[in-house]
């Protein structure tokens, strides 16, 4: 009996772990530098600065050739670090980037 009582109460202090470190790690990425925008919202902010904005399609360049937004540059996820140099210096430019969603 009494070991039952002790599995018991370690089952319910590792659910409780791990419950909060899920938690944790919703709350960590909402302070995130960088929000979500939904595509509609996207189009107001390019259709009145367009100058001021970058989009970069994360795709590969197959699907990039495919379909695309017009004036995007393509940097496929995995080759980020190789095209740094592709990115403003400016640190004011908003960049966008977009994918095929999350996975």
């Known amino acids: 009996m009494r070991f039952k009582s002790k599995f018991i109460l370690l089952l319910v202090a590792?659910?409780?772990?791990?419950?909060?470190?899920?938690?944790?790690n919703a709350e960590d990425f909402q302070k995130k530098p960088y929000k979500i925008i939904k595509t509609e919202k996207l189009k107001t902010?390019?259709?009145?600065?367009?100058?001021?904005?970058?989009?970069?399609?994360?795709?590969?360049p197959e699907e990039y050739a495919d379909v695309h937004i017009p004036g995007a540059l393509n940097i496929p996820q995995n080759k980020f670090d190789e095209y740094t140099h592709l990115l403003p210096a400016e640190k004011s430019t908003r960049?966008?980037?977009?994918?095929?969603?999350f996975k």
């Open 14 to 24: 590792v659910l409780l772990v791990c419950f909060l470190s899920m938690t944790a």
């Open 45 to 60: 902010v390019w259709d009145a600065k367009p100058n001021d904005l970058l989009i970069v399609d994360a795709r590969n």
């Open 95 to 101: 960049i966008v980037f977009y994918c095929n969603g």
